[in-house]
Each structure stands twice: as C-alpha cells, then as structure tokens.
C-alpha cells in the first residue's frame, strides 16, 4: 500500500486548496480512505473519509460545510476540498487508508492501517 499527499502549502484564512492522495498497492474499491491532520502540540484528528465500496463519506464537525472529500475510482485518486479555510486548520495532513470493514466514523476515531508521509497546510490569519 503507498498513498502520496500532495496539494499542501501557504494560504490566507478564507482561500481555499485542494489536497489530493494518490493510492496504489491495493485494491481501491475494498478500502476506506482518510484524510487526518496533527498540529504541533496537539492530537491527531480525523477530518474526512470515504469508503469507495459504497460512496458514503464523513466529515469532522469542525471540517462540515467547509470541507469536501472526493474519490476518483479511474484514477486511484482521493481529493479534499478545502474551502473558507482558518487558521487553526493548519496542520499536516495525513492521507490514510484500510481495508473497508468499519464506518467512516469508526476510522476517524480511531484512525487506519496505512499512512502517507503527509503535507503541511499553513493558514495565515
């Protein structure tokens, strides 16, 4: 299993960016894939996820109506929209992804087999 983030960088608080995670080495269709994030000093968080079999995707509270996740099934493609963006949503982003056997709540929670080396995402207020 490889995933590989791309799509981090340097924004202003209200812009927006994409984050996309290429995934090969499995697959694609049996797994949920996640988005997590770990700012310094704190916990890492489960933002969103999708589980491909069924479409079904989930989303943090502190992420909902701001942030949207996609998956691309041609392409092996998992993307996060991130709109309105604050400063507190700085962090490095972690895509992830396991063997669909849970929900997408359950993975946020307690997080997933296999990681990317992440990317920063760094909000200026």
């Known amino acids: 299993v490889q995933l590989v983030e791309s799509g981090g960088g340097l924004v202003q608080a209200g812009g927006s960016l994409r984050l996309s995670c290429a995934a090969s080495?499995?697959?694609?269709?049996?797994?949920?894939i996640g988005w997590f994030r770990q700012a310094p000093g704190k916990e890492r968080e489960g933002v969103s996820c999708?589980?491909?079999?069924?479409?079904?995707?989930y989303y943090a509270d502190s992420v909902k109506g701001r942030f949207t996740i996609s998956s691309d099934s041609a392409t092996n493609t998992v993307y996060l929209q991130m709109n309105s963006l604050k400063p507190e949503d700085t962090a490095v982003y972690y895509c992830?992804?396991?063997?669909?056997?849970?929900?997408?709540?359950?993975?946020?929670?307690?997080?997933?087999?296999?990681w990317g080396k992440g990317t920063l995402v760094t909000v200026s207020s």
């Open positions: 992830a992804a396991d063997r669909w056997e849970y929900t997408g709540t359950y993975y946020l929670k307690y997080g997933m087999d296999h």
């Open positions: 080495g499995f697959s694609f269709d049996d797994y949920a």
């Open positions: 999708v589980t491909n079999a069924d479409g079904a995707k």
